[in-house]
């Protein structure tokens, strides 16, 4: 079962493409990062799945084919907003009154008891808690929804290293408890690296790259040798992204390991950091399939700006 | 920051049942589930971990760690496979197997022989970081020419060398 599934999905403010020719499928079961620099699309995207937008173009279903924004959908989906916005002069008691009477399904028991454990007063305003504890009875709130899918955007950009880890924790917990499958946006990738088994990499309006983590790694290597050979080694392969100096290139390409690699050269295994980075880098670069993959010449680079390749 | 109410807002994990806690290096590049494995076999080898242990409860690891189930569950499944752990329904990963030990007195024979081997390379010039790489050069191509059947349940196959 696909969570969230787009086709031709697009949707536009005025004259310009928030998102355009949008067309993803996320399985279930996975925590899956959508990551991408601001304006890339991820906020229109989530909030087109969970309904709160209607799309200027294609369509775009939830948790097996409901379509976004029907009723079986928003029963299906909870959904944090960036910022976790919170009536900030409500107590923590009100905003789960509030959240109980709006939705037709609410575990008061589960939400009370999960605010307990977290130390959360029930007395005290939205307003008056820290950035974490907010975070928290937004999270609270939403998971006391039961949903099968959670979508958060831009969860954790309020929050300090702590409130950070205890907020993922308590995400991964619902996850590994209860089977939601999560969706989540950032524009730190590093801060998804050790949760997300699935990446959409998003840029300008435009999915760049979608798949599953360990396949996206298997599939890309980072070769490195003499910049001499790497212009005729290069328009051989599908060159994700280069840089080079005077004397030394490299070259992250799509390849898997047993691809054989020529003498001189050295193929390293790439980290999601880097295969993400690398991308983004070169936005026309789009991965449907090795081949549609572009091939490209090297684009000539001062030595200074060579990348030291980790 | 308000670290300490961020502290006291922190969930109290119950003392997990298992002899060992993970924990996770952000820097070394190696995969996370790799980490976990790895940790199981260096527990094993160094004697934390014994037959009919358990492993710490995926929920405690989600937990502590912050990082996707999944990533535990497949650390766990890879030392399944690896015949170190069974899983029993309903209760959790258990240790099944030591890993191949050598027995004692052929251990400390070994390590003699190792330090006698050591106090040459010292006396020919080389220093700990050479030691290491002629060592980990020749460890490398002894399990390479023995057809891969060098399984020593560590990371095979998945940290490739840098040939």
């Known amino acids: 079962m696909n969570v969230i599934e787009a086709s031709g999905l697009g949707r536009r403010y005025g004259g310009t493409w928030a998102l355009r020719e949008c067309t993803v499928a996320i399985p279930a079961g996975h925590v899956a990062a959508l990551v991408g620099p601001n304006g890339a699309g991820k906020t229109t995207l989530l909030n087109l799945a969970a309904g709160l937008t209607a799309p200027s173009a294609g369509h775009v279903t939830v948790l097996g084919g409901q379509p976004a924004g029907s009723p079986m959908a928003l029963d299906g989906i909870a959904f944090v907003a960036q910022d976790t916005p919170m009536y900030k002069n409500l107590s923590a008691r009100d905003m789960l009154h509030l959240t109980r009477n709006l939705n037709r399904r609410f575990d008061q028991q589960y939400a009370e008891s999960r605010l307990g454990e977290l130390g959360i007063p029930l007395k005290r305003r939205a307003g008056k808690l820290s950035g974490g504890q907010q975070a928290q009875l937004a999270l609270t709130l939403a998971l006391a929804r039961r949903p099968r899918l959670l979508v958060l955007d831009e969860p954790m950009a309020m929050l300090d290293p702590i409130a950070r880890h205890d907020f993922m924790a308590s995400v991964m917990m619902a996850m590994a408890a209860d089977g939601v499958s999560i969706v989540l946006s950032s524009h730190v990738l590093a801060e998804l690296e050790r949760v997300a088994d699935y990446l959409i990499l998003m840029s300008r309006g435009r999915v760049q790259l979608a798949g599953e983590v360990d396949d996206l790694l298997a599939s890309h290597r980072l070769l490195t040798g003499p910049a001499a050979e790497a212009d005729r080694y290069a328009e051989r392969l599908s060159v994700v992204h280069a840089s080079r100096g005077e004397a030394q290139a490299h070259l992250l390409v799509r390849a898997t390991a047993d691809e054989p690699v020529p003498s001189g050269w050295e193929a390293h295994p790439v980290g999601l950091e880097e295969l993400a980075l690398a991308y983004l880098r070169e936005p026309t670069t789009v991965l449907p399939g090795p081949d549609r993959a572009r091939r490209r010449p090297l684009r000539s680079e001062n030595g200074e700006r060579t990348e030291a390749a980790k | ?163």
């Open chain 2, 1 to 163: 920051m308000d670290i300490d109410k961020a502290i006291s807002a922190e969930p109290r994990r119950p003392a997990g049942a298992s002899p060992i806690e993970f924990r996770l290096d952000p820097a070394s590049g190696v995969p996370t589930y790799l980490q976990l494995v790895h940790q199981v076999e260096h527990a094993l080898r160094l004697g934390y971990l014994k037959t009919g242990d358990q492993l710490p409860k995926v929920r405690d690891v989600v937990a502590a760690l912050a990082i996707n189930p999944n990533t535990v569950l497949k650390a766990y499944k890879d030392l399944e496979t690896k015949g170190l752990a069974a899983g029993r329904p309903g209760q959790g990963t258990f240790i099944q197997a030591a890993l191949t030990q050598v027995a004692l007195p052929e251990l400390s024979g070994l390590r003699r022989s190792l330090l006698g081997w050591l106090a040459d390379a010292d006396t020919a010039g080389l220093d700990e970081d050479g030691v290491v790489a002629l060592f980990t050069s020749v460890l490398r191509d002894f399990y390479k020419r023995r057809g891969g059947q060098g399984d020593r349940g560590g990371a095979s196959g998945e940290t490739e060398g840098v040939a």
